[in-house]
């Protein structure tokens, strides 16, 4: 009897979800040989026919060394700067006017990852040009055990609110 509980438990712990729909994986860095980690977020739903994703990832360097958050989506942009805003949680909304990354498809460090400790959702508008504005809402929960699995040493300084 004893034995059935902790399966059941067991099970419902497994499929429980805490952790949202963070996936955590690791590839092999060619140049380094080291193992590197990465934890992505899909957006709840599509906006107009396109999908986005959370990326925090960690930036290896002796001066500016620490997690980055990034978005990437399945649409590609012009090269240049580009609108972005956030909020997360029912703080402030966070204007921002960011480069394209060199894919394309979205931008880096455009927020701390340290601002999503502890937060439950993060909504992030995207306003390219000659497009229209895409809006991506995230469920956060299980972010800091995401990061937490993403070895990284920070040399930067550190962000306070």
């Known amino acids: 009897m004893r034995r059935a509980i902790v399966v059941v438990l067991t099970t419902l712990l497994a499929c429980s979800p805490v952790a949202a729909d963070w996936s955590i994986t690791s590839y092999k860095d060619r140049l380094s040989d080291r193992d ?8 709840k739903e599509r906006d107009h026919g396109v999908f986005a994703r959370l990326v925090i990832n960690c930036l290896e360097s002796p001066v500016v060394g620490g997690l ?14 580009m609108g972005l805003s956030y909020r997360v949680d029912q703080r ?23 601002e999503l400790e502890g ?22 929960t299980g972010v800091d055990k995401a990061m937490n699995a993403i070895p990284c040493v920070r040399t930067r300084e550190k962000w306070t609110p």
């Open 36 to 43: 590197v980690k990465v934890a992505t977020l899909p957006a």
């Open 92 to 114: 402030e909304v966070v204007p921002r006017l960011m480069p394209v990354n060199s894919n394309g498809n979205g931008m880096s460090s455009w927020a701390q990852p340290e």
């Open 68 to 81: 980055v958050l990034s978005i990437e989506t399945g649409s590609r942009f012009s090269r240049g700067r």
């Open 119 to 140: 937060a439950k959702r993060i909504r992030v508008e995207l306003s390219p040009a000659r497009s229209p504005t895409l809006f991506f809402d995230f469920d956060l």
